[in-house]
C-alpha cells in the first residue's frame, strides 16, 4: 500500500440540498453537511471535526440529530441502494452504531428522516412513487411498522415526531398534512383535511396537541389534536416592481441551480405555471422552527419573522422580523439578500438561531442582542465566510503567502488564507470566471472569462482590474515559475505574455507528445491530478468526488489511499509549494484543505528558508483619504478635548456653587430641627403628664366596671342552669323515641337482606354456567395448543435429524482422518528407533562431558558468587530506580494536572485578555492624548520663557542704546563748547593778520592747544568707523522697533481674543448662577415641605431628643467642602488681576509706541520711515 497520508483539516462549503441541513450538538457546536461529509463547527473557537461519509457514497439526503443529542442519522445513497447510517456523536472520534440497509420493502430515496422523544424510534419517508413511511426499532433493526402515505405521486418534504409522544408522526407535502399513531403493530391516519389541499412546506411541533404548518402561499396554519384552529398569512415586504424583477430570478435558482431533494418544489409543469404568478407575490414558508416562546418562520427571499403567543385564544402574533443583510461584494447588493431559507435550527438553551439559504449560506444571530434592539429590524450575520454557492471552476497557491484563489459559475472571485481559515477577499462579476491562476507574489491574479482576460491586483480590500487582454473562453491560464510569464488557452491554442510588459511573445498551437505509459484508473474516471514539487507523490481526484493519493512512478496495481472528499466530480486541485498542503475543489462548491504526510519521511523535509511575506497592495488615493480622515480624526479629537475640558470647568463650579448652597441649606435646616427638636421635647413632657392622669383615671373606671359585670354574671349563670335542667329532660325523652325508630329499621334491613340473597344465587347461577363454557372453550384451545407444539416438535425432529446426519459425515471424516494418522504414527516409530539408538551413542559423549563439566561447575561456583554480589547490587539500585519512576510518575500525575489547570489558565487568560485589550486600548489612547498635552503645554511653556527672554533681551538692548546716545550727546555738547572756543580763538588770531609773529605764534597756541598728535593719525578712520556704527545701529534699532511692532498688534489680537473669551465665559457663568438663583428657590420651598412633614412625623413617631441632636464630627466635611469655593474665587480674583495687568501692559506699550517718533531728530531716516507706515496705517 502507499505511504502517503492525507488528513482534512478544513472545509469552506455547505450542501444546502440535504433536508434539515443545521442541527445543534450542544450551544455552541453544530453538524452540517460539506461535500461527502459532515461537519462539526464550534461557533466560537471556529474548529472544525469531521465524520466522513460512507465509501461510494453518491451523496446525503437527509440529517437528523437525537433529541439526547448523542446520535445522528444520515441518509444516503450508497451503490444505488438507499441506507440510514446511525453515528454516535459522543465519541472520538464519531463511531457508526447501526446501519440501516436492508428493508423488506420498495424505495428508492429517504427524503426526510427523523428520531422519537426518548431517541430509541426512527421513522423515515421514502419519496414518490413509494412514498412509504417507516417506523422502526433501530438499535434491533426491527421494523415496527410501514404505511402508504400517498398514491397519486405527489411529493413530499418532511416527517417529524411528536416532542411528547413515540407514537404520533407528523409527514407533510403537496396537499398532504396527516397524523399517524403507532397502534396494535400498524400506523393509523388520525387526522383528516377538510377544504381545498394546499402545498404544504414545512411543520413544527409546539406542544403535545398543537403543529404548525407553512404554506408556498405565504399561509399559516395552526392545528390541534388534527382540527384547525388558527390561520394568519404572510404579505411580502417588498415594492412590487421590485419582486416583479427579482422573483423570476430566484425561482430559476431554485429549481436550476438547487434542486434540494427536501425543497420544496412542485414537480408537475401544469402546478408551476398556475402557480408562478402567486409566487411571484406570496412569500413561501420553506422552513418553521418551535422555540419556547412561539415559532420562527421564513417569510419569502431573505426575511425570517418570530411569531410569540398573543393574548388572543389559541392566536400568535408577528414580534419581530429579521433579513439577511445585503452583500456590498456582490456586484448587484440588491439580488444578494434574495435567496430562500431553507432550514431555521434554534440552540438548546435559544441563546442563537441558524438558517440556511439555497445559495448555500448560512447566517446566525444572536436573539439576546436582537431583544436588546427590539422595534428594529435586526440582521442576520455570517457563521464564518460567505461561501461558493456554484461549481469552482478555478483553483490556485501561491508562494509568498499562504493564499488561495478560486473563481466560481457563481460569478466570484475569492481569496483564501489556509493558515488562517479565513477569507480575505471576495468580488462578484457580471460574468462566470472559468479560470484563474495567483501570482507567485501573491499580489496579482489571472482570471479567465468568457470574453476577456484579466489581470488584477490583490488590494488590502478590494480585487482591481489592472490590464485586459482580448482572449475570449479561456478555460486554463497559469504564471510561470518565476512569475515574470503567464499562459492563456483559448481552443487548442496556447497565448504567452510577458507579464512585465504585456506584449503576447508567442503562440503555441497543439499537442504531438506520445504516451509513455499508461495506468489504469479501477472503475472511476480521474477528472483532475496534481504532483508534488518533490516530484515523489500524486493526487488525484475521480468523478465520485474521492482523492486518491499515491507515490511515483505511478502504481500499476491497487497501490494507493482514498479518501471521501466531495459530493461531485472534482474539478481542479494544487498542492502547495513546500508541500505540505494539498487543495481541493468539486462542482459541489465545496473546498477541502488537506495536510500532507509522507510516513517514509521523504517529500515533506523541506523546510521554509523564506517566511511568507505581509505586503499588501493599496492606491495612493486610498492612502491618502485614510491620511486625510486620521487627520480630520485628529482635530476633533482634539476640539472635543478642549470642549469637554471646558464643560469639566463649568461642571465643577457649578457642582461647587451647588455644594455651598447645599450646606448652608443644611446648617439652617439643623438648626430649625434643634429648635424643634426643644419645642418637641416640651410637648412630650405635658403629654406624659396627660398620659398619667389619664391612666389613674381609667384605672379607677375599669375597678368600677369589673365589679358591675361579676353581679350580672352571677345572675346570667343561675339562669342559664334552669335552662340546661330542661334541655336534660327533652333529650332523655329524644333518645327514648330514637331508640323505637332504630329498631323498626332493623326488621325494615333484615327484609331487604333476604331479598338481595336470592338475587345474588340467581345470579351465581348463570355465571357458573357460563364458567363452565369457558373451560370447555379453554379445552378445545388446549388441544389447538397441544397439535401446534405436536408440529413443533415434528419440525424440530425434522432439524435434529438433519443435524445427526451432518455430524455423522463428520465423524467419517474424522475417522478416515484418524486412519491416516496411524500411518503416520507407524512411520514416525520407526524413526523413533533410530533416533535412540543416536541418543546412546550421545550418552557416551554426555558421561565424557560430565567430567568436563565438574570442572567447569567449580569454575561456575566461583563466578555465581560474583553474579549474586552484582545482582545484590543490581536489586539496590533497580529499588532505587523503582523509588526514582515512582517519583517520576507521580512528577508527571502532578504535571498533567498541573497541564490540566494550565489549560483552564490559559483560557480564562485569553478571556480576560479579550477584556483588557479594549481597555488597555483605551488607556493606551489617553495616555498618548495626555502625553501629547503634556508635551503642548511644555511647549507653550517654553514659548512664554523663550518670549520674556527675548522682551529682556530687547529691554537690555533699548538701555545700552538709551546709555550710547546720551554719551554720544554728551560729546556733541563737549564739542560744541570746544567749537566755541576754537571760535573765539580763531577770532582773536584773526585780528593779528597785520602781525605775522603773532599770528604765527598764536596759530602754533591753537595747534597745540586744539591738535594733538594721535587725534591727527585716526581723525580719518574715526570719521568713516562713526558713520558706519551708526548706520548699523540706526539699522538694527529700525529692525527691534518692527519686530516689537509686530509683537505688540499679535499680543494685542490674543489679548482681545481672551478678553472675549473670558466675557463670554462670564455671560454664560451669569446664566448658570441665574439659574441656580431659580432652582435654589425651588429647593428652598421644597426644604419647607419636607421640614413640615419631618414635623409632623417626629410628633407621630415620638423619638427621644438626644436621637436628633447633631454630633461634632458632622461639621467638619462641610468646613472641608468651603475650600474649593475659596479657591474657584482666588482663581477668578487672580484672572481679573491678570486682565487688567495685560490691559495696563498693552495701554503702556500703545503709549510707548506714540511717543517713540520724538526721536527723529537724531534719527532723521528713521523718522522717515515712521511717518510712512503711519500714513499707511
Excluded at 419582486?243 to 438547487?258: A, G, H, N, R
Excluded at 384605672?699 to 336534660?728: H, I, M
Amino acid at each position: 500500500m502507499s505511504v502517503i497520508v492525507a488528513q482534512a483539516l478544513h472545509i469552506f462549503g455547505f450542501q444546502s440540498r440535504v433536508a434539515n441541513n443545521i442541527c445543534f450538538f450542544d450551544e455552541q457546536i453544530i453538524v452540517y453537511p460539506a461535500g461527502n461529509s459532515c461537519v462539526k463547527y464550534h461557533i466560537e473557537q471556529k474548529w472544525q471535526k469531521f465524520i466522513p461519509g460512507s465509501e461510494k457514497s453518491q451523496g446525503m439526503l437527509a440529517l437528523a440529530i437525537s433529541p439526547n443529542r448523542r446520535y445522528l442519522a444520515i441518509s444516503e445513497i450508497l451503490q444505488d441502494k438507499p441506507t440510514i447510517t446511525i453515528y454516535e456523536l459522543s465519541s472520538v472520534p464519531c463511531k457508526k452504531r447501526k446501519i440501516l440497509n436492508s428493508f423488506d420493502f420498495a424505495v428508492q430515496e429517504f427524503i426526510s428522516v427523523a428520531f422519537s422523544p426518548d431517541s430509541k424510534y426512527l421513522v423515515a419517508q421514502t419519496g414518490p412513487p413509494e412514498s412509504n413511511l417507516a417506523y422502526w426499532m433501530w438499535e434491533k433493526q426491527r421494523t415496527m411498522a410501514i404505511i402508504k402515505v400517498d398514491v397519486q405521486n405527489n411529493p413530499l418534504y418532511q416527517v417529524s415526531f411528536n416532542p411528547q409522544d413515540n407514537t404520533q408522526v407528523c409527514v407533510t407535502g403537496y396537499g398532504i398534512f396527516k397524523l399517524f399513531r403507532y397502534t396494535e403493530g400498524t400506523l393509523k391516519q388520525t387526522n383528516f383535511l377538510r377544504g381545498e389541499p394546499q402545498n404544504y412546506l414545512s411543520h413544527a411541533w409546539l406542544s403535545e396537541e398543537k403543529v404548525v404548518v407553512g404554506t408556498d402561499t405565504g399561509k399559516i396554519y395552526l392545528f390541534d389534536s388534527g382540527d384547525l384552529r388558527w390561520e394568519t398569512s404572510i404579505e411580502r415586504k417588498e415594492i412590487v416592481s421590485e419582486v416583479d424583477k427579482e422573483e423570476p430570478q430566484q425561482d430559476s435558482e431554485s429549481l436550476i441551480e438547487f434542486p434540494a431533494h427536501n425543497s420544496p418544489e412542485i414537480s408537475t409543469e401544469v402546478v408551476c405555471e398556475t402557480e408562478a404568478q402567486q409566487q411571484a407575490f406570496l412569500p413561501r414558508v420553506s422552513a418553521i422552527a418551535a422555540y419556547s416562546k412561539g415559532f420562527a418562520c421564513s417569510a419569502g427571499p431573505g426575511i425570517v419573522l418570530l411569531f410569540e403567543k398573543s393574548d388572543e385564544k389559541e392566536g400568535y402574533r408577528e414580534s419581530r422580523e429579521i433579513r439577511i443583510p445585503q452583500d456590498q461584494c456582490s456586484n448587484d447588493p440588491n439580488q444578494s439578500d434574495k435567496q430562500d431559507v431553507v432550514c431555521i435550527a434554534f440552540s438548546p438553551a435559544e441563546e442563537t438561531l441558524l438558517i440556511s439559504t439555497t445559495k448555500n449560506q448560512l447566517y446566525l444571530l444572536s436573539i439576546s442582542a436582537a431583544e436588546i434592539s427590539k422595534g428594529e429590524t435586526a440582521h442576520f450575520e455570517y457563521l464564518n465566510h460567505p461561501i461558493h454557492s456554484a461549481s469552482i471552476t478555478g483553483l490556485d497557491t501561491c508562494i509568498r503567502k499562504p493564499l488561495v484563489a478560486t473563481c466560481s459559475l457563481d460569478k466570484s472571485v475569492r481569496i483564501w488564507n489556509y493558515e488562517n481559515n479565513t477569507l480575505d477577499l471576495y468580488k462578484e462579476y457580471q460574468e462566470e470566471a472559468y479560470a484563474l491562476s495567483l501570482h507567485p507574489s501573491g499580489l496579482y491574479v489571472l482570471v479567465g472569462f468568457a470574453d476577456k482576460l484579466r489581470l488584477m491586483n490583490l488590494l488590502i480590500d478590494d480585487i482591481r482590474t489592472f490590464k485586459d487582454f482580448t482572449v475570449r473562453g479561456c478555460r486554463e491560464c497559469a504564471f510561470s515559475t518565476g512569475g515574470h510569464l503567464f499562459a492563456a488557452v483559448n481552443g487548442n491554442v496556447i497565448h504567452i505574455y510577458s507579464a512585465i510588459s504585456f506584449e503576447n511573445i508567442i503562440n503555441l498551437k497543439g499537442h504531438n507528445g506520445k504516451i509513455l505509459r499508461e495506468v489504469p484508473t479501477f472503475e472511476v474516471a480521474y477528472t483532475f491530478i496534481v504532483v508534488s514539487h518533490s516530484g515523489r507523490m500524486v493526487f488525484a481526484g475521480t468523478s465520485a468526488g474521492t482523492i486518491r493519493s499515491m507515490k511515483y512512478p505511478l502504481p500499476v496495481h491497487k497501490e494507493y489511499n482514498e479518501y471521501q472528499a466531495h459530493a461531485g466530480p472534482v474539478t481542479k486541485m494544487s498542492i502547495t509549494a513546500d508541500d505540505q498542503f494539498l487543495l481541493t475543489s468539486a462542482e459541489d462548491g465545496c473546498i477541502f484543505i488537506w495536510k500532507v504526510y509522507d510516513k517514509e519521511g521523504r517529500g515533506l523535509k523541506r523546510e521554509r528558508d523564506v517566511p511568507y511575506s505581509d505586503e499588501v497592495l493599496i492606491t495612493r488615493t486610498d492612502m491618502e483619504e485614510k491620511t486625510q480622515i486620521m487627520l480630520e480624526l485628529k482635530t476633533r479629537v482634539e476640539e472635543l478635548k478642549m470642549e469637554n475640558e471646558y464643560q469639566l470647568r463649568l461642571k465643577d463650579m457649578n457642582y461647587n456653587e451647588k455644594i455651598k448652597e447645599l450646606t448652608e441649606k443644611f446648617i439652617q435646616e439643623m438648626e430649625s430641627l434643634k429648635t424643634k427638636n426643644q419645642v418637641l421635647k416640651a410637648d412630650k413632657e405635658k403629654q406624659e403628664a396627660q398620659h398619667q392622669e389619664q391612666v389613674a383615671e381609667l384605672t379607677e373606671k375599669q375597678a368600677r366596671e369589673v365589679q358591675d359585670l361579676e353581679s350580672g354574671n352571677n345572675q346570667k349563670l343561675l339562669l342559664e342552669f334552669e335552662k340546661y335542667q330542661e334541655l336534660q329532660m327533652k333529650s332523655q325523652r329524644m333518645q327514648e323515641d330514637y331508640e323505637k325508630q332504630l329498631h323498626e329499621m332493623e326488621e325494615h334491613k333484615n327484609q331487604a337482606l333476604e331479598e338481595l340473597t336470592e338475587y345474588y344465587e340467581a345470579k351465581l347461577l348463570e355465571k357458573t354456567t357460563q364458567l363452565e363454557e369457558a373451560q370447555d372453550e379453554s379445552r378445545t384451545q388446549l388441544r389447538e395448543f397441544e397439535e401446534t407444539k405436536k408440529q413443533i416438535e415434528e419440525d424440530e425432529d425434522r432439524e435434529i435429524q438433519d443435524i445427526k446426519i451432518k455430524y455423522e459425515r463428520r465423524l467419517r471424516e474424522e475417522r478416515e482422518s484418524n486412519l491416516r494418522l496411524k500411518g503416520e504414527t507407524g512411520i514416525m516409530r520407526k524413526k523413533f528407533n533410530s533416533l535412540q539408538k543416536e541418543i546412546e551413542e550421545r550418552c557416551s559423549d554426555i558421561e565424557a562431558m560430565k567430567v568436563e563439566q565438574q570442572k567447569l561447575q567449580g569454575i561456575i561456583k566461583a563466578l555465581e558468587k560474583d553474579i549474586q554480589g552484582l545482582k545484590r547490587e543490581i536489586q539496590e539500585r533497580d529499588e532505587t530506580i523503582q523509588d526514582k519512576e515512582k517519583r517520576i510518575y507521580d512528577l508527571k500525575k502532578k504535571n498533567q494536572e498541573l497541564e490540566k489547570f494550565k489549560f483552564v489558565l490559559d483560557y480564562k487568560i485569553k478571556e480576560l485578555k479579550k477584556q483588557i485589550e479594549p481597555r488597555e486600548n483605551d488607556i493606551k489612547a489617553m495616555k498618548e492624548q495626555i502625553q501629547e498635552m503634556e508635551g503642548e503645554l511644555e511647549r507653550f511653556h517654553k514659548q512664554n520663557t523663550q518670549l520674556e527672554l527675548n522682551i529682556s533681551e530687547l529691554r537690555l538692548k533699548l538701555k545700552a542704546t538709551d546709555r550710547e546716545m546720551h554719551k554720544e550727546m554728551q560729546k556733541e555738547r563737549d564739542m560744541e563748547a570746544l567749537v566755541k572756543r576754537f571760535k573765539t580763538d580763531l577770532h582773536n588770531c584773526v585780528g593779528l593778520i597785520q602781525e605775522p609773529k603773532k599770528l604765527k605764534e598764536s596759530i602754533r597756541d591753537i595747534y597745540e592747544k586744539y591738535v594733538q598728535k594721535a587725534d591727527m593719525v585716526e581723525i580719518v578712520g574715526v570719521d568713516t568707523d562713526l558713520h558706519q556704527e551708526y548706520t548699523r545701529q540706526r539699522e538694527h534699532l529700525e529692525r527691534n522697533l518692527a519686530t516689537l511692532k509686530k509683537k505688540v498688534i499679535k499680543e494685542g489680537e490674543v489679548h482681545r481674543a481672551d478678553y472675549v473669551r473670558i466675557m463670554q465665559e462670564n455671560v454664560s457663568l451669569i446664566k448658570e448662577i441665574n439659574e441656580l438663583r431659580r432652582e435654589l428657590k425651588v429647593t428652598r420651598t421644597q426644604v419647607l415641605d419636607l421640614q413640615s412633614t419631618l414635623g409632623l412625623l417626629m410628633k407621630r413617631k415620638k423619638q427621644p431628643a438626644q436621637s436628633l441632636a447633631p454630633s461634632p464630627e458632622r461639621h467638619t466635611p462641610t468646613i472641608l467642602r468651603l475650600n474649593p469655593e475659596e479657591e474657584t474665587e482666588r482663581i477668578i480674583e487672580m484672572q481679573r488681576l491678570e486682565i487688567k495687568y495685560l490691559q495696563d501692559q498693552m495701554q503702556g506699550q500703545e503709549k510707548a509706541l506714540a511717543v517713540r517718533p520724538t526721536s527723529g531728530s537724531k534719527l532723521p531716516l528713521l523718522e522717515l520711515d515712521r511717518s510712512s507706515g503711519g500714513q499707511s496705517h
